[in-house]
């Protein structure tokens, strides 16, 4: 009987279950944490203990009394639960370790942006405070942000000119930045970086959900620009990064080619479960959980089958209960061999989104005469006016 392999999650969500769930059938003992004493992935845990994916320092204490060899920590989550998953990976001397610099760029987006322009690697205008912004951008727009946010929730576009102090006093009571506002068209770039090699590589044009921030569409693209590519390489080299999964939101606004934000993980929105094999025929899951324990990662860069990923919210200020039969029978009627990810439960009462997390399924299709906005109005007029 071979030796018994253990392998960290950092958190055991629903997110998180189908690669503990690929753990177990690749046969390594999953050891998982989570703040949800009830996480839907502790019943496929060998050991679990009630600890927030926020806190690495309980999380280190408990795994260091267990006494055991860890194969490596992974996770499929984002902000700082990939601090913590670097924490616990510096701590054991674990695969893809990125050190303390990588982990402040991750846990502060004003020490990201510094870092970034220390290397020549962006030119946006960013600010930690509505006063440090010069007078003379009184015709430009800037976003207000979390410092350390994720699902794009607390995202506000400004129009400088149209200043209010006491609105603006009262949305910042939280760690905030300004961010100069670019009006381009947005991409998510995604890749596994091992021994500085890129062995997988997206390029995906971003939509945002109309009038908002949310993601509404991720496009995966098969004649990308070759600028980006040589962004992406610039990334790397610059910031020597050796072994490590990556995520890059950037903007491009005419000759300009901004990045909006860089993690050190998982590509999320389901990319990794759903639209990488769909669309590149690449396991991504696989692959990142071999890079993660140090063993061979397939290499893919090229786009196989054009699809469209679609989030569908409630678009109206009414409230509406999910009902999956309506969503099947819609999307049976409109899309050609569609695939729905369920993401609220059946009879859930779902109000207008407040973040990415508020969408209530995801559709993936190959019509491309619809918008990100079509799709979400005809499931919203199956949804609150019954099916046709």
């Known amino acids: 009987m071979g030796q018994n392999k253990y392998v960290i999650s950092v958190g055991a969500g629903k997110n998180q279950v189908p690669l503990i769930r690929r753990l177990v059938e690749r046969g390594y003992l999953v050891i998982a944490f989570d703040k949800d004493e009830n996480a839907p992935g502790k019943q496929l845990c060998y050991m679990f203990k009630n600890i927030s994916t926020w806190d690495y320092i309980a999380a280190i204490s408990w795994l260091e009394s267990l ?22 990976i510096d701590y054991f001397n674990l695969k893809c370790k990125l050190g303390d610099h990588f982990i402040n760029i991750m846990a502060d ?63 910042t009571k939280r760690d905030y930045i300004i961010q100069e ?34 993601t509404g569409r991720l496009r995966p693209e098969k004649n990308h620009k070759k600028r980006i590519f040589s962004l992406f390489e610039d990334v790397i080299d610059k910031l020597n990064i050796v072994d490590s999964g990556i995520k890059i939101d ?12 860089i993690d050190f993980g998982i590509p999320g929105d389901y990319f990794d479960v759903v639209l990488s094999k769909d669309s590149y025929n690449y396991n991504y899951m696989d692959n990142y959980i071999n890079l993660l324990l140090g063993l061979p990662v397939e290499n893919k860069i090229s786009l196989d089958n054009e699809l469209f990923f679609d989030y569908v919210y409630n678009n109206e200020d009414e409230v509406l209960a999910v009902d999956y039969d309506k969503i099947f029978y819609t ?50 007029d199956a949804l609150h006016n019954g099916v046709k």
């Open 331 to 380: 999307a049976n009627k409109c899309f050609d061999n569609p695939k729905i990810i369920q993401i609220k439960e059946q009879g859930q009462i779902v109000s207008y989104p407040q973040s990415n997390m508020d969408a209530i399924f995801a559709i993936v299709h190959n019509n491309m005469t619809l918008s990100n906005n079509d799709v979400n109005r005809i499931f919203n």
């Open 109 to 171: 987006k004003s020490h990201q942006r510094r870092v970034l322009k220390k290397h020549g690697l962006s030119t946006l205008m960013e600010y930690n405070s509505y006063r440090d912004i010069k007078k003379d951008f009184e015709e430009k727009s800037f976003v207000l942000k979390d410092n350390m946010g994720g699902s794009s929730s607390n995202i506000l576009l400004l129009h400088n000119n149209q200043y209010d102090k006491d609105i603006f006093d009262k949305i």
């Open 250 to 261: 950037l903007i491009i606004e005419e000759d300009r080619t901004e990045i909006l934000e």
């Open 181 to 214: 506002f670019l009006d381009g068209k947005e991409y998510r770039v995604v890749g596994l970086i091992k021994d500085k090699k890129i062995m997988f590589y997206s390029v995906m044009e971003r939509t945002s959900m109309k009038g908002t921030f949310f």
């Open 67 to 88: 006494k055991l060899k860890f194969e490596g920590a992974l996770s499929f989550s984002y902000g700082k639960a990939l601090v913590t998953q670097q924490k616990i």
